[in-house]
Structure formats: C-alpha cells, structure tokens
C-alpha cells in the first residue's frame, strides 16, 4: 500500500528566508507526486506535481519541488517566503486509472515578519 | 463555470441522524471522490467514482453510502451520523482524459456530530 509522511507537523520561518518542506513517500512503482496548499477554511490548491522526467519541478507561487528516487522524497522548496504562504501544506501520492491520492498528515506553515 | 460545489458548508448533526452532504461539477470529469480531513492525519479517501453508475470503496468507507447517477452529481450519505465522523469532508474531481491527472477540490463541509 501506497504511504506518505510529512515528518514536521509544524515549520515556522522569517518572512524572506528559504523554505523547505520535507515528503516521504512508499509506493512500489514509480508514483505521481503532488503538493497542494490549504489556506484556512479553503479547500485544496494543486502547488505542484510530478509524474515523469525531469525531477525539478516548477510550481505557482514560486514554489519547486525535486523528486529523489534513491530517497524516495519530493521535498518543496521556495527561495524567499512571503507572509500570504503561511498555510496548511499537504504532499500527496498517486496513480492514474482509478487510484486516488494517499495524502501525509500535513505541515502547518507559519510565517514570522 | 463554478467548478466543484458542496453543501452545505457547515452542519451540526445529533447521535444517530442521517443527512446526505451534495458535491456537483460542471467540469464534465468522470472521477469523482470523497475525503475527510482531520488534524494530523492529512485527508482520507472514503469513496470514489469512476464514472456514473460506478462506485468504489477508499481508505475509509465504513459509515458512508454513495451514488452516481450522473456525471454532474456525487452525494455522500450518513445513515447514522456517530461523534467520529466529525470532519470536514471534501469533494474532489478529475478529468480521465489527458495526462494532468489533476484533482479539483469543493469548499469543504464542516461536519459536526454531538
């Protein structure tokens, strides 16, 4: 079975400086990767995804993300947080054809200016 | 094009009471799914679609009936609404067809039962 763990509950950062998010993942074949963001009381935002080739992937919002197999991670990264980051931020895995996404707990993001 | 709707967005259920919570698209996507969210533990896919007629059982089905009659519309149904099943619940779709593979996301239900 498919698992995902997002090992920090909570991540606080300085307005400006770099940020990263870590995702673990279990999945026996190569998977889709996906990290979405939930503002407070909002529902779900597609940040990013990875299915194939190149592993650095881009997202919205300035938000990247780089798929290792050989670690079995899809870290997201952004060079310069701003205050509207601030968010619920959820890596989640998947396959096509029927298979939903298995999500991890979540990493709360907090912004201090 | 309002993309994902769900209603209501806030409910408060007693021990033992049925409702059904409404998810609709107007995307034309055949799959169509229902999570819940909790503190900590991320969201938990409970049923899915795959196209109208056709359901199929997540993570967490127990509790919770669906129907597809049609493309458009995907409810899901509390028989008898237990404490644990207090959540917010999510609908989510996606398109089959092309290679993004990307799920859309209703509002949210914020479901409360005492």
């Known amino acids: 079975a498919q698992s995902v763990t997002q090992p920090d509950i909570h991540i606080t950062v300085s307005e400006g400086a770099s940020l990263e998010l870590r995702c673990n993942y279990s999945y026996g074949a190569t998977p889709y990767l996906f990290w979405y963001v939930q503002s407070p009381g909002q529902g779900l935002q597609l940040l990013l995804k990875?299915?194939?080739?190149?592993?650095l992937v881009q997202g919205i919002k300035g938000f990247e993300a780089e798929f290792k197999r050989s670690q079995s991670s899809f870290n997201l990264r952004k060079p310069s947080v701003h205050w509207s980051d601030a968010a619920e931020y959820f890596c989640a895995v998947g396959r096509s054809a029927g298979n939903m996404l298995t999500f991890g707990g979540g990493t709360r993001l907090m912004v201090k200016p | 094009n309002a993309g994902v709707t769900q209603t209501p967005k806030f409910q408060v259920l007693k021990t033992g009471q049925s409702m059904t919570l409404q998810c609709a698209q107007d995307m034309n996507h055949e799959y169509m799914s229902w999570y819940r969210q909790d503190p900590g533990m991320g969201l938990r896919l409970i049923h899915y679609?795959?196209?109208?007629?056709?359901?199929d059982q997540g993570e967490v089905p127990n509790g919770y009936n669906v129907s597809r009659s049609t493309t458009e519309d995907f409810p899901l149904r509390l028989l008898s609404a237990a404490p644990s099943q207090t959540s917010v619940y999510f609908c989510a779709t996606r398109n089959r067809a092309g290679s993004s593979d990307t799920q859309y996301f209703g509002p949210g239900t914020r479901l409360t039962v005492l």
């Open positions: 679609s795959v196209g109208a007629g056709i359901t």
């Open positions: 990875y299915f194939s080739g190149d592993t």
